[in-house]
């Protein structure tokens, strides 16, 4: 919810501001000293200019509020749209000439979204296009609200409060063929993973994308009002853990860390879109493995803000192992070896 306009900045006159303002001055003392009543209507008319102009804007100003319309998913060095919506909340009086600039930390994003005309009881929406250059959490402060209606003399701003946070995911580094290769049931190109219909009945899950449709438990699917289809055995192998090696010594070369973290992104990501039950594992912490795209945003949101660490790594669960280290291809594993690098 965006909170009232608690702060105001001035800022300074546009360049023919201050030219208006010295004419202003130079009519005043014209006036002033010739005593001419010509000179002290035009000072006055001038005055009144200016005073017109700061309540016009103000008045413009008043009564706005604005928001933010989140994108699904921002990664690092990769264009995203960020909607703004403005609500002209005043009964009667339209807003003109609003600019709407994003702030970080209290910081100008510099990137403005310009709305000509709102009409009053009526919200617009645009968007800007920005680009973050690394991964991390972001704290959004606020906005900064400023128009130069009517006259384009004193430009008058207003900062709004809004704090939100914004998870910039790492760049994604598609996986090499070589390794996707290695994966069990691999399927053929222009195919789509279907898991197989061997194996004993383990229970019942969610229908995946790939799915055969003759493993649907019809029954239990009208009974829950959603696709669940029976899941067997061999189903198990289809969990998949990516290790991150994230020791401050194998972080020490920032650039390679960053490739590493950029490749494990992309490596979950398309072990998720596969239907593979993706874990990561990361020394400090780890993310249980789970299937969807909601495990998949778990795992981004937590490489967007990992940092080199000196603790152990967690246990390793069986099934498929993918290392990545800083400074060397991922490459396969299997569980024992990975638990003996976990312990060495």
């Excluded at 306009?5 to 208006?20: A, I, N, S, Y």
């Excluded at 060095?77 to 909340?89: D, K, Q, S």
């Excluded at 994604?172 to 290769?181: G, K, S, T």
Aim: aromatic share 6%; proline share 8%; with cysteine.
């Amino acid at each position: 919810m965006t909170a009232a306009p608690k702060l105001k900045r001035r800022q300074p006159p546009t360049r023919e501001g201050w030219w208006f303002l010295g004419a202003t001055l130079l009519v005043g003392a014209a006036a002033v000293d010739a005593g001419i009543n010509l000179y002290f209507l035009t000072f006055g008319m001038m005055v009144c200019l200016v005073a017109a102009g700061i309540g016009l804007s103000e008045l413009g100003l008043a009564g706005l509020r604005v928001r933010r319309v989140l994108p699904p998913a921002i990664h690092a060095g990769t264009p995203y749209l960020m909607g703004i919506a403005l609500e002209n909340r005043k009964r009667r009086l339209p807003s003109f000439s609003i600019e709407v600039e994003d702030l970080i930390d209290g910081r100008p994003i510099e990137k403005r979204c310009y709305f000509l005309k709102l009409p009053a009881g009526r919200v617009q929406e645009t968007a800007y296009r920005n680009t973050m250059a690394r991964r991390g959490r972001y704290r959004l402060s606020g906005f900064r609200l400023a128009t130069k209606f009517p006259f384009g003399l004193l430009p008058r701003t207003r900062a709004v409060a809004d704090a939100d946070e914004l998870y910039v995911y790492p760049a994604l580094i598609p996986a090499p063929e070589a390794l996707l290769r290695g994966l069990p049931s691999y399927p053929a190109a222009g195919r789509s993973f279907a898991p197989s219909r061997q194996g004993e009945f383990r229970g019942l899950r969610a229908y995946r994308h790939g799915d055969d449709p003759r493993d649907i438990h019809w029954r239990s699917t009208a009974r829950r009002g959603m696709p669940l289809v029976r899941e067997k055995e061999d189903e198990v192998a289809r969990e998949a853990t990516v290790i991150l090696d994230n020791a401050p010594q194998a972080a020490a070369d920032s650039a390679a860390f960053e490739r590493a973290v950029s490749e494990a992104a992309g490596l979950c990501v398309e072990l998720s879109q596969r239907g593979f039950s993706v874990g990561l594992a990361v020394r400090g912490g780890e993310v249980r493995a789970s299937v969807g795209g909601a495990q998949a945003e778990r795992i981004l949101r937590a490489l967007a803000v990992i940092a080199p660490d000196a603790g152990p790594l967690p246990p390793i669960r069986p099934g498929t192992v993918v290392r990545v280290r800083p400074g060397a291809p991922p490459a396969l594993e299997t569980a024992g070896a990975a638990a003996r690098a976990r312990t060495a």
